[in-house]
């Protein structure tokens, strides 16, 4: 039966031990030691990192009552110096029994029960079996660290299940023997394999970071110790860079925020009603300069025809040629061959109701001649190509098809 040293020391970190047994384990070499301080994936918290001699232990599992070390190389000799990493066992105590004060605080809370527990490399969350307000959550955070702060000891005892039972304390599943109990105390008590410190003072403290619906309850997300104060950090540097880029103190950012919204939206419908009179503009120029052109090339005799408008801008997003067609020829009778060279050359063609030009079809070739593709239904068809070079001929030759049939 193997020494687990962790369960009445988590601060013994060096270790003498005998190999016992050689494995593989997924492709790697592994040992099984007479005693380890090394702590196997258990319960919700990940194992713990070192080295046995020069090999380093790269995970640690539990098999049929082993820990098994596995390693990234083979190790010789069968005496063996084990040294688990401080700093991820520091961790682990902290998120692990921040989870048990955390837990207790949420059923005095609440009576809102812990179902599952998840140490996460950044964040651990546990999940209550019933919903928990905001109100809830923040009142269970202060109580956590209330006992954190009065450095309460964390006292370790075994029991028999019988006696487990009797203090209402149910063996975790497949313990028939030897109820690890961990009590912070005069707080929370329950039975537990994992790794713990000497007084709550060492979890720092609590810092609640979500609270989510699930399932039935509710996902708590936290932080504990180093974690809290990295997290904390992370925020500060956000909140800086918000301060800088919005000229406003931390207590005003809210305000400053909204407001930098406000006028962003307010700027947006000036923008958009200045866009619009400007294309009624434009639209109301290309007829007037159309119908001079007309008349000189027109015997006086005959009426009206439509306008034909052909035109090309630089770098108009398709959206403003299709307002603008749109305009021309709800404003007068006309057929609009419109083309922008932007990220790549534009088309869009149009005309008034009761016209006899099927515009998709004068599109389509023109996009083609673009090596592009487009489309459209009735009077306004628009496409694009990335033969920019060649818009204006694509142009010259719609406004000959229009001619050609009028
Ligand atoms: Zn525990």
Not at 132 to 161: C, F, H, K, M, Y
């Amino acid at each position: 039966m193997i020494q687990r040293l962790f369960l009445t020391d988590s601060r013994l970190l060096e270790f003498d031990a005998t190999v016992v047994a050689r494995r593989e384990h997924q492709g790697r070499p592994a040992v099984v030691l007479d005693r380890t301080a090394f702590y196997a994936e258990s319960g919700g918290q990940p194992w713990d990192t070192g080295t046995l001699g020069e090999a380093r232990v790269v995970a640690v599992v539990e098999d049929g009552g082993d820990v098994v070390h596995v390693l990234d190389r083979p190790m010789t000799g069968d005496r063996v110096k084990g040294r688990v990493d401080a700093g991820r066992r520091r961790d682990h105590v902290q998120q692990h029994h921040g989870q048990h004060l955390l837990s207790k605080a949420f059923v005095e809370v609440a009576r809102a029960e812990t179902i599952a527990f998840h140490l996460g490399t950044e964040v651990t969350t546990i999940d209550l079996d019933r919903p928990v307000t905001g109100d809830q959550a923040r009142e269970a955070e202060r109580r956590a660290n209330e006992i954190v702060w009065e450095a309460r000891p964390v006292r370790v005892e075994t029991l028999s299940v019988a006696e487990a039972r009797a203090q209402g304390l149910e063996p975790p599943d497949g313990v028939e023997a030897g109820v690890r109990v961990v009590e912070a105390a005069g707080f929370d008590r329950q039975p537990c394999g994992g790794t713990h410190p000497a007084t709550t003072a060492e979890v720092g403290v609590v810092l609640l970071s979500a609270l989510e619906k699930y399932k039935v309850g509710t996902r708590v997300s936290f932080v504990c110790g180093h974690r809290a104060l990295d997290a904390t950090a992370r925020r500060r540097d956000v909140l800086d860079r918000l301060v800088s880029t919005l000229s406003a103190p931390l207590d005003e950012l809210p305000a400053a925020a909204q407001k930098a919204k406000d006028d962003l939206a307010t700027a947006e419908r000036q923008s958009r009603g200045l866009l619009e009179r400007a294309l009624e503009g434009e639209a109301r120029r290309l007829l007037d300069e159309a119908r001079v052109e007309g008349a000189a090339t027109r015997p006086a005799r005959e009426g009206a025809p439509p306008a034909l408008i052909v035109a090309a801008y630089d770098g108009w997003p398709p959206n403003d040629l299709r307002v603008l067609a749109q305009r021309l020829v709800a404003l007068a009778p006309c057929v609009a061959l419109l083309g922008s060279r932007a990220d790549k050359a534009h088309l869009v063609f149009a005309q008034s109701e009761g016209l006899p030009h099927d515009v998709p079809a004068l599109l389509k070739a023109a996009v083609e001649h673009l090596g592009g593709r487009g489309g459209g239904r009735g009077n306004l068809a628009q496409g694009g190509g990335d033969r920019l070079d060649l818009l204006d001929e694509a142009l010259r030759r719609a406004r000959d098809a229009v001619r050609a049939r009028a």
